[in-house]
């Protein structure tokens, strides 16, 4: 979707280092939702963040959304081959819970 | 357990044909989705339902077709209408209707991966 873009497409880290993925919209966001897929299977829910803006962690994972930018960050500190996968985000523009618009995803792969 | 199953895994699917895929889920959810998955384009939506015997089209609904005849079963049908239909589908439900305000999470089923031979 043009309306939600992902940056980057694909990221390559070795293991232990830390990563951030992006997730920008062109439109004001009721909610951004965190998926993870690992390839050919389903999504896996990391994190929901409300509209007006906050902070939310998972053991190493921390998401973030900026209401000013429209934009959500996630970030994984001290990567592990675990955390491999497609990382998608999600967009409520509706308020209409689950109806989601979703981003291109980020293919993440670990180096150990 | 409870959870939302899609099957088949793998389909092929002959030119011309039509093939319905499974969904089911024994949460209790009110709402169910289908959403197809192509490389670097992210998921789409092409149907959902809030309710029994009720359902909407998404962005990307030309050429499916769905039925909701009970709560806990959303199959699509992928038509011969369909001129693309190789892709990866993701059937999803939650907890709330689409018109609630509270936002939860959907689960996403393993996906169907279609394939036309």
């Known amino acids: 979707s043009q309306e939600l873009e992902q940056s980057p497409q694909s990221l390559i880290v070795q293991e232990g280092k830390n990563l951030t993925i992006n997730c920008t919209s062109s439109?004001?966001?009721?909610?951004l939702y965190w998926y993870k897929q690992k390839y050919g299977e389903g999504l896996i829910f990391l994190m929901m963040l409300q509209k007006g803006g906050e902070e939310k962690s998972h053991e190493k994972i921390t998401a973030k959304l900026d209401e000013k930018k429209q934009q959500s960050s996630l970030h994984i500190t001290a990567s592990q081959p675990s955390h491999a996968g497609i990382y998608l985000c999600?967009?409520?523009?509706?308020?209409?819970?689950?109806?989601?618009?979703f981003g291109g995803g980020t293919r993440l792969m670990v180096k150990p | 357990d409870g959870g939302i199953t899609q099957s088949p895994k793998y389909l092929f699917r002959k030119e011309g044909q039509n093939v319905t895929l499974s969904c089911e889920q024994n949460?209790?959810?009110?709402?169910m989705y289908w959403y197809r998955q192509d490389p670097g384009q992210g998921l789409r939506l092409i149907y959902y339902?809030?309710?029994?015997?009720?359902?909407q089209k998404g962005d990307i609904a030309e050429g499916y077709s769905v039925s909701r005849e009970k709560k806990e079963s959303f199959p699509l049908t992928v038509t011969s209408a369909q001129k693309n239909p190789t892709a990866f589908y993701l059937c999803a439900s939650s907890i709330d209707s689409p018109t609630r305000t509270m936002n939860t999470e959907a689960f996403f089923g393993q996906g169907t991966r279609l394939t036309v031979v």
């Open positions: 949460l209790n959810h009110d709402a």
């Open positions: 999600g967009a409520d523009y509706n308020n209409a819970g689950n109806m989601l618009t």
């Open positions: 339902s809030q309710i029994v015997n009720d359902f």
């Open positions: 439109k004001t966001l009721y909610g």
